[in-house]
Structures are given as C-alpha cells and as structure tokens.
C-alpha cells in the first residue's frame, strides 16, 4: 500500500507535562462558609452543556470545604481579561488557614478576598453567595453532585445554573443570546492568561449573526 505523505503539521514528540490546562475559562466562585461569610475563589476548569456547569477544583480550599459540607449555592462569575490580575492575585489566597507542607503550595490567609482583590458583591437573587459585580457573565447555581475524582487528587461539581445576569454589552439586543463577538472570556492556557483574539468564522448552528453581517 502507498503511504501518502503527512503534512509537516502533523509531526509530533511525546511529552509529559505536568498539568493539562489546555485552554478553559477562568471562573470565579462564590461560597458560603460555615460562619454565613462568603469565599471567593478562582478556578480554571470548567464547561457547560446546556445549563449544567461541570467544575472542577481542588479539595484542600475552602470552596470544597463548603461544598461538601453541604452548603451547594454558588455563584460563578465569569471575568473578561482585564481582570487576571485580580484572578492571579485571589489564587494566592485562602479562606482556610495555611500550614507548613501545605499541598495547596505557598497560600496566604484571607477570610475577605472581596475586598483583598478589589472586587464588589453583589447579592445574588435565587441563592445565598453573592455575584461579583465586575464579571461580564455571572451565573446563580446548585451543585447537585460533588464527588473526588478516580485518583481522589480533585473533586468534580456537577451544577445546574438557576440564573444568567449579563451586561449589556455583550447581549444582542432584543433577544436572550450572547453577543460572541462582544465577549471574550478570560482562558487560562498552561498557566498563562489569554483573551480571544478576532472571529474566525461561527457554526452553522449559531443563533447569533457575525457582527459584521
């Protein structure tokens, strides 16, 4: 059989990185802790289908602590890219205390990150946590499953949305629909932050018209 030259895009080597944070939106959540104050907390792995939000996160931080004590609300804002330096800044923080050897690496305590990052609550109106005002796209959601991965190293959120709060901006007029081409999210890809860059073209699924139709 004739072996059909590959493109030169098609070379490969085998590498083993060290996490796989390939491209994902930024997400920040809110919860609520024991004492009825609010944590905030940045993540970098999450998707929807429909109006269930799939999350994933670490199990040592206050976010899992409250969700698997059962306190399922949260808020999930999602932040344009103006806003990494917030992002960066609250993933060096956390709502429970460090200790030495700590497997959340070098963290300092901050039971307010709101106000550590510069952010503003904003109540929420189906669930407890409250919104922070500064993302685009904020959503109002119950966690109906959190469980630990196979390896039990993460725990995975199944949540279903209650809610969607947009700015005006990035809504096309008249209708329910998201404005793509005015709603870049922050990506997270391999521990650097990116926005989207121009529009290259739109599914044939798409309910939204580019913006230069």
Request: negative net charge; proline residues 10%; glycine residues 10%.
């Amino acid at each position: 059989m004739e072996m059909t030259a590959l493109p030169e895009s098609a070379t490969t080597r085998t590498i083993t990185p060290s996490i796989l944070y390939f491209g994902t939106p930024v997400a920040l959540l809110t919860t609520r802790n024991e004492d009825g104050t609010d944590n905030l907390a940045p993540i970098s792995s999450a998707w929807a289908l429909g109006q269930t939000l799939v999350l994933g996160l670490g199990p040592d931080g206050r976010t899992g602590e409250n969700l698997l004590a059962g306190r399922r609300d949260l808020a999930v804002g999602l932040p344009g890219p103006e806003l990494w330096p917030q992002v960066e800044l609250l993933g060096g923080l956390t709502g429970r205390p460090s200790f030495p050897g700590d497997s959340r690496g070098p963290v300092t305590h901050e039971p307010d990150k709101f106000t550590a990052a510069g952010l503003t609550p904003v109540p929420s109106e189906l669930i407890g946590p409250p919104r922070v005002a500064e993302c685009p796209l904020q959503l109002e959601a119950r966690a109906a499953a959190v469980r630990y991965d196979a390896e039990r190293e993460f725990l995975i959120v199944e949540a279903h949305v209650l809610r969607v709060h947009a700015a005006p901006g990035i809504t096309v007029p008249g209708t329910q629909y998201i404005e793509p081409a005015a709603w870049s999210p922050l990506i997270y890809n391999f521990r650097h932050y990116f926005g989207l860059a121009r529009e290259l073209g739109h599914s044939a699924r798409s309910q939204t018209p580019r913006a230069s139709e």
